[in-house]
C-alpha cells in the first residue's frame, strides 16, 4: 500500500468542485427515439404499400431495402382514373412519441416533395397526420419536422380540429401526391424522434450570420441587396427578428420589364421600393411546413401571399419556390423565382348540404362496383370536414362523431361505409330542415 498514492480530503474536494464545473459546461445530450433504420435485412418486414389501386388508380410505388442498408420507396406515378398517390408505411406497433419535440428524416430525393406521416393507434387509413418532406433531386438531406407541423388530413384535405397524441402514434410512412406523372424516388436513411427544441428544417443558426449575410454570402441576391440598401432595409433585415424574407433571385429581378430595376432604384422611387421589398418579408420565423399549413402569409407590406403545393411544386403567390428554410441567426429565407405580385382570391368553400351530396354521389358508385373501401374513405373525410363547419349544429357534430368512432370500431369497409352513410343522411336531412325553415 506504500505505492498507492494518498489525497487528503481537500484535494478530493478540490477535484471534485473541479469535475462538477467542467460537466456542467458539458451540452446536455438530445434524448433520441430511432423510428426506422434499415442495417438489418429483415426491417422490410415491418412496411407495406399502399397506392391509389385502392381508389380505381393504377399508380405503382414499392419498396425495397438496398445495399447500403437504405430504404427505396420507388415507383410511377399516374393521374389515370383519378389516380395520384403512392405510400409506404409500417405496420401498426406502440411508437409513444411521448415527450419527443420533433421528427428527424434523413433522406435522398428527386427533387419532389413527399408527405411524411404518422398515425395514431386504431386510425383508419383514409386519415393521417401529415407533413412536408422537401427534397434536393440527388443531395442527401437531414430535415427536422416539428412535430406541431404534423396536421390531420385525408386526401389532401387539412382537418385541423385535431391535434396529434404523440402518446398515441403507433405508425409511420411517406407519400407522394403531388399530383405529377412520372417516376420518382426516395431513399431514406434513417428516421428518429428527439426531444431537442425543434429549430428550422434543414437546419439550424448559421454560426450567428443574419439573414443579410446569409444572403451576401450565397452571391446570388445582388440586386435584392441593393434594393434593400436603396430602401433603406438593409438594418431590419439585419435586426433582432425575428423575419421571414421570400428572397428572389438576380434571375428573377431580370426578368421584370427592361429598366425596372433601374427606375426603382432612383431616391424618388425610394418608398414604392420599399413597398416591394416589404411584401417580400413576413414578421416572425415561418418555415416552410408553417407556410404550407397557413395557406397564406401576411407580409409587412400589408398584402396577404398565397402559399400552396400545386402541380409537384410549392408556389409562393405567383413565384416558384427555389430552396426553402434557409437559416439565419435572426430569421430564415425561401428563395423564389419571381419579383411577387398580389395572389388572386380564393374559390369559395362548398356549403355542408353541398359536400355531402358530393361525397353521397362519388361514394355509391364505389361502394357498387366493389370498393368499399375507397368508399368508407371518402365518407370518412367527409364526415371529419363537417365537424369543423361552422353552418353544423352541435348536436350534428355530435352525431358525426359517433358515427366515425363507430365505424373505426368496425372491422371491415362495407360496415364502415354504411355506418358513416347513416351519419351523413342524418346530418343531410338535418341540413335541409333548417334551410326550409321559415325565417322571421
Not at 304 to 315: E, H, L, M, N
Not at 324 to 330: C, G, H, K, P, Q
Amino acid at each position: 500500500m506504500k505505492n498507492m498514492k494518498s489525497y487528503s480530503p481537500t484535494r478530493r474536494g478540490i477535484l471534485a468542485t473541479i469535475f462538477v464545473a467542467v460537466v456542467a459546461q458539458l451540452p446536455l445530450l438530445a434524448a433520441q427515439q430511432e423510428l426506422a433504420a434499415f442495417a438489418a435485412a429483415d426491417c422490410v418486414k415491418l412496411w407495406t404499400s399502399v397506392n391509389d389501386g385502392v381508389m380505381g388508380g393504377v399508380s405503382k410505388g414499392g419498396f425495397k431495402r438496398s445495399e447500403q442498408g437504405t430504404l427505396l420507396f420507388s415507383g410511377e406515378l399516374s393521374l389515370e382514373r383519378n389516380g395520384g398517390f403512392a405510400s409506404i408505411r409500417t405496420q401498426e406497433r406502440k411508437l409513444d412519441l411521448s415527450g419527443m419535440g420533433a421528427i428527424v428524416v434523413k433522406a435522398r430525393g428527386d427533387g419532389r416533395t413527399y408527405w411524411v406521416e404518422l398515425r395514431e393507434a386504431g386510425q383508419m387509413g383514409a386519415s393521417s397526420y401529415r407533413a412536408y418532406l422537401p427534397t434536393t433531386a440527388g443531395e442527401w438531406r437531414e430535415t427536422r419536422i416539428p412535430l406541431a407541423d404534423f396536421k390531420l388530413q385525408a386526401f389532401g384535405r387539412a382537418l385541423p380540429f385535431k391535434a396529434l397524441n404523440p402518446a398515441a402514434v403507433a405508425s409511420l410512412g411517406f407519400t407522394l401526391a403531388d399530383k405529377k406523372a412520372g417516376a420518382f424516388a426516395l431513399e431514406i436513411e434513417s428516421v428518429k424522434a428527439t426531444d431537442e427544441p425543434a429549430g428550422p428544417a434543414g437546419g439550424g443558426v448559421q454560426g450567428g450570420k443574419t439573414l443579410v449575410d446569409v444572403a451576401t454570402a450565397a452571391g446570388g441576391f445582388k440586386t435584392l441587396l441593393a434594393a434593400a440598401t436603396a430602401a433603406d432595409l438593409v438594418g431590419v433585415l439585419a435586426g433582432e427578428g425575428p423575419l421571414t424574407v421570400l428572397a428572389p433571385t438576380d434571375e428573377a429581378f431580370a426578368k421584370l420589364p427592361a429598366g425596372t430595376v433601374e427606375r426603382l432604384l432612383k431616391p424618388e422611387n425610394r418608398e414604392q421600393l420599399a413597398a416591394i421589398l416589404k411584401n417580400h418579408v413576413i414578421a416572425g420565423r415561418v418555415t416552410l411546413a408553417k407556410a404550407l399549413e397557413l395557406g397564406e402569409a401576411s407580409t409587412l407590406e400589408g398584402s396577404k401571399i398565397a402559399v400552396s403545393f400545386t402541380g409537384g411544386r410549392v408556389r409562393i403567390g405567383a413565384a416558384t419556390l427555389v430552396t426553402a428554410d434557409i437559416a439565419a441567426s435572426n430569421g430564415i429565407i425561401h428563395v423564389i423565382d419571381q419579383v411577387l405580385i398580389p395572389a388572386a382570391p380564393e374559390a369559395s368553400a362548398p356549403s355542408p348540404a353541398g359536400l355531402i351530396e358530393l361525397a353521397i354521389k362519388r361514394g355509391v358508385p364505389l361502394f357498387n362496383k366493389g370498393d368499399a373501401a375507397a368508399c368508407a374513405a371518402l365518407y370518412e373525410v367527409t364526415c371529419e370536414a363537417l365537424l369543423v363547419m361552422t353552418e353544423v349544429t352541435e348536436k350534428s357534430r355530435e352525431e358525426l362523431g359517433k358515427s366515425l368512432a363507430a365505424a373505426r370500431a368496425e372491422a371491415t369497409p362495407r360496415n364502415q361505409a354504411w355506418i358513416l352513410r347513416d351519419g351523413l343522411d342524418r346530418a343531410l336531412t338535418q341540413l335541409k330542415k333548417i334551410a326550409a325553415a321559415p325565417t322571421r
